[in-house]
């Protein structure tokens, strides 16, 4: 029988962070108030001179302590592998795969066991990691990203190498950006601020519910993301929407509208089910979440249900994005947004 848990990812919290408004002990302090048990971290946002508190126990026993004032329970480490940190050249491999055993003993230190690495992350540098993975307990989890996908050619090739090395320490995160049945509502009113035209956002929004119901052409593996992303967005008609906002005389945020469309992304809740056994966490991504407690683009509904099927045991961590798109013209409100989330979350679970 499934067992679906829900997480807060404090990320979400964001602005209040950076505003001050909360502290890391104010973050841990709402998540628990929205009745998660989980919680998702950031530690190169949240914790001040990261790494190094996280070597200090003393740091440690306080990590601890408030987890267990507030009945938490550490859900994933989101790490973010750095390899551009000097102007002149990437990291290595084996300097990459460094950054990644070190983000896997501060995830054992926290107690958390799993790691978030980016979509970005090549595939040696993985598989370099497996072992110490192995070692520690700890695994490490690819995120789906929009416009990536489960069920492609793009996760073949790392359900290959799952296959390969026979690992039991890697595997999936899907984010639920990958299941937006429309553009986030907040992206479309911010367009409307900066003066979009109602006919060119029907544009965008027509083309955008035509790949829902075609189904979107996947995006390919590929090293050079860039590339792969380019071809990926002409495949799925960029080129004939550009064209006809620019002939409905689109302006700068009419383009910046239609751009941003192919950010967002639908897949089938059916690729849940299908890549069960591989999924070790979800990104529960949204974008605003309505006073009646729904998601106004993601289909929260069917991707729950869809991880019930499954007999998904695991944690679905909120993961609030529509801020970014609110604070360039008001204020944000992410500690109601989440709360009205975990509300939504909570009542498809049950």
Avoid at 39 to 50: C, G, P, S, Y
Avoid at 179 to 196: E, S, T, Y
């Amino acid at each position: 029988m499934s067992q679906v848990k829900r997480s807060v990812s404090l990320y979400s919290y964001q602005d209040e962070y950076y505003l001050g408004k909360l502290d890391l002990e104010g973050c841990l302090r709402e998540t628990a108030k929205t009745g998660a048990t989980g919680v998702e971290l950031l530690a190169e946002q949240m914790i001040k001179h990261f790494p190094n508190p996280i070597e200090d126990e003393k740091f440690r026993e306080e990590w601890f302590a408030l987890l267990k004032k507030y009945n938490l329970t550490p859900s994933c480490y989101d790490a973010f592998l750095e390899n551009r940190i000097f102007g002149n050249r990437m990291l290595s491999v084996g300097e990459q795969v460094n950054m990644m055993k070190r983000d896997l003993r501060l995830a054992k230190l926290l107690g958390f066991p799993e790691i978030r690495t980016l979509v970005s992350t090549p595939m040696d540098v993985i598989e370099g990691s497996l072992e110490y993975a192995e070692e520690l307990g700890v695994k490490i989890g690819l995120e789906v990203h929009a416009p990536f996908s489960l069920n492609s050619g793009w996760a073949d090739g790392y359900l290959e190498m799952i296959n390969r090395t026979g690992t039991k320490y890697f595997g999936f995160i899907p984010d639920m950006g990958i299941f937006c049945r429309n553009i986030p509502d907040v992206l479309r009113d911010k367009a409307r601020q900066f003066g979009a035209h109602e006919e060119c956002i029907k544009i965008v929004d027509d083309a955008y519910a035509k790949r829902v119901e075609n189904g979107f052409v996947k995006i390919k593996y590929d090293l050079d993301l860039g590339k792969a992303n380019m071809e990926y967005r002409m495949a799925n008609g960029m080129r004939e929407m550009m064209e006809a906002v620019e002939k409905a005389g689109g302006n700068d945020a009419d383009k910046m509208y239609a751009g941003s469309s192919f950010t967002y992304s639908w897949s089938e809740p059916q690729d849940i089910i299908d890549n069960i056994q591989y999924i070790t966490h979800c990104h529960a991504k949204f974008y605003n979440v309505s006073e009646d407690y729904v998601e106004t683009a993601v289909a929260v509904p069917e991707v729950v249900a869809a991880f019930k099927k499954a007999g998904y045991n695991g944690f679905l961590s909120s993961e609030y994005e529509g801020g970014e798109h609110l604070r360039v013209y008001t204020d944000v409100d992410s500690i109601e947004q989440v709360r009205r989330h975990q509300e939504c979350l909570r009542r498809a679970i049950e």
